[in-house]
């Protein structure tokens, strides 16, 4: 059984709100408004216990998931939710072993959940021109082991790609459009691209783009997350939701 | 480059209802309404190529990803949609090396997602009382080369589950709550359990179970697919919609 | 209590797919793939009853609502949903006494709803330039008794609006945009425009033309319509559903 | 051209957060954060002006909507929104001369919109158990000028209702299916019945007693109202939006 160790990832777990993302060597004394937690002492132990902080609250020890450490990385360009990482892992077949294209590296969150699904055997090649971003990607990627199944490249790939006979290529860009040429060129024919887009008008463009270009097979689509509040004889939609976080555009490159 | 095997899977397509998994050895003429097509002269061909048929119509060659696989499942039983098991990976953070639990196994198409998702290094144990759903879950797992990473139990797992440690489990039957209290002694501390219920009361009553056997974050969630007509000038959500598959319900065991 | 009468309209219900609107004294015997009913027989009867055909079904007799005849008429043109109708009659404040525009007529349901909610003391005034659309909703506001509460015009109205310090005004036209000058000058100052469009392209042109002519306080939302399967212990939402209509936008004119 | 006389409602908007419904007889200085606004010298003037405050911020003097008037009325209790409403009076076929019934008053919101639309003919029943409710109900109606085509009764409609060949029932209470057997009573034949239900568990529960009452046609439906943001070449829905208000349960009472 897997022990907590000084320098294993934990998530301190209170409710969907409370939560902290922390590692016993770097953060022997967890401070919180419901008291201290005393991390250190944690090492040795299992994940899945109950501690109590200093003023008695109780907290629960989880091992975290992807989910929890994507949704941690630097929140200064777009987040990609995990919904919409899971249907393009699907349907692009991104699997151990997959060589998979991406631009723009943003914060990395997308990057990461590309790396933990190609890994240990595939790659992700990561191009932003955005120095800042990819030195906090890099940071990220490197804090939670996953940059050996990546190379970030502060390039733009408008003008072209490096690497050929990709399996999959994921475009997180403003204007994906322009990287529709270039990226066809470095994927394995019959290969899938995804394109993320937030407005309607991007995603209009990027199809019509990927006609032009002889994609087939080509699709939009949106998934909405409806949370639901499951209680005994009380169960019923939540309130309030994210209502939109961007639209997915699929096409595959023909030969 | 790949090429084209005789017993390759190859996805002819025409359009997102015309469309035809096939081998070449097996079926070297394929049949269609649009013709005839000659996919014993496609061997040693790259995949993302345009063909003709004998009436001249023009077929698409595409290497098949695994929505296109998972989607031909027998459809005896309920379905997994893309959009929900994508999401059920990435939460249960369900990768290459991951040791994953399922019941029931039913036609095999989550199955195959999970083994896709855990090869090569991880392992999927699936349970099911039925055994004709196990012997056709096992012949499709078999056909697309997936078996190896896949224990099929033609067994009742509310009587008990042999595996210990288990990373995630999924639950895909009609009483769920049923299986939480074996299944939480087969997991690890802190692993996720998902499950997949299409009625609102089985999501409220799952739920209820999980927090009576200490599971904590508990969620549930409705992950809703709107296909947009991207068209220029012209975008605009589908008139017509798979309006819902199932809620989706995410717990964690403590120890 | 309100009696069947012979030129009464009449709602033969057994689902939700198999229902009929007639008048005993122009449909006497009503013959279904379910046996024959004798509506004649049906006069002086109360709504409400449960009656059975030659074939011994049983068929449920129905005082039509508003839904029940907008959505007989004609479908040659675009459908007006009770879901969005209803939205537009809440947020214009239409009501007995109102003053109304529409463009175009098309079928003339949409004109139906209006001339209903208008009634006895407001008026509605359509416009379409289509003669066969507005022969056809002539028809059919006669044969339902709401003709003397509506002026049907066979006009272009990017041309010029007759009429002035109308409460409110209704764009379901292709082009709505084209619309929103000759139509404010028609319009009383604070009185508020609503449109009714199918794609993301015009709504968003249509919103902007508005700003043009400094309407205020616009808004654009779409109602999507769920339907729920509501039945002991097994609710869910309904399988299938229409996804899309169309984008309502609202916009106040200043004076 | 209606003017704006000292007793008139005016909606003082700036944008959809920033708006008041104010009198110029109760509130001839309107102070907000934006400066004072002169409501006494409004007087006279139209709707649909523009004005300055003290501080030379601009406000726009709009004719409040029946909308902009009901989500005004008091929160304690829960409010009814537009798309249900509207959904409502169109699928019962509310409108001026029907009779309606509604149970619980509480705010009054949903009294208020039915008045409106049955007035100047029709009728409201509207009871409530709250004596402290029906106060705030009966204050608000006649602010608005609406109590003459309602009588509030505080009484508990499930001891019985005084009415008789009611055109429409609305039951807005936590355990409508407590109601329906006094209310069908109530009900001329072929009447709607509409519930609004916040849970699932609600939603079924209602539908069976009215199935269990002789109701047909029964529907459960929930309206989802998605905001966009419609602006040139960047258009996409709205990030956040109210995700659910109530279920929509319909059915018609057989004689």
Chains 1, 2, 3, 4 share one sequence.
Request: with cysteine; charged share 25%.
């Amino acid at each position: 059984m897997e022990k907590i160790r000084a320098d294993s990832f934990i998530l301190v777990y209170r409710d969907r709100r409370r939560k902290w993302l922390v590692r016993p060597s770097e953060t022997p004394k967890l401070h919180t408004h419901l008291g201290i937690l005393d991390c250190a002492s944690l090492v040795g132990k299992d994940f899945g216990v109950r501690v109590n902080t200093t003023m008695n609250d109780e907290l629960m020890i989880l091992k975290p998931t992807l989910e929890d450490i994507v949704m941690k990385f630097s929140r200064k360009t777009q987040v990609i939710y995990p919904k919409d990482i899971g249907m393009i892992i699907i349907k692009c077949g991104i699997h151990s072993g997959s060589r998979v294209f991406e631009a723009g590296t943003g914060s990395g969150a997308a990057t990461a959940a590309l790396a933990y699904s190609v890994a240990p055997e595939g790659h992700v090649y990561s191009y932003d021109i955005n120095e800042e971003f990819q030195a906090g990607a890099k940071k990220n990627l490197e804090r939670f082991g996953l940059s050996e199944h990546v190379t970030l490249k502060t390039k733009d790939a408008k003008l072209g790609v490096d690497e050929r006979e990709l399996d999959a290529a994921l475009l997180d860009m403003g204007d994906p459009w322009e990287l529709v040429k270039p990226v066809k060129e470095a994927m394995a024919p019959s290969a899938m691209l995804a394109g993320i887009c937030p407005t309607m008008n991007q995603a209009e463009r990027l199809v019509q783009t990927l006609h032009d270009e002889g994609f087939v097979a080509t699709e939009t689509l949106e998934l909405i997350a409806r949370n639901i509040e499951a209680r005994p004889g009380m169960t019923r939609p939540s309130m309030f939701m994210v209502a939109h976080t961007a639209y997915l555009i699929f096409g595959r490159k023909m030969g």
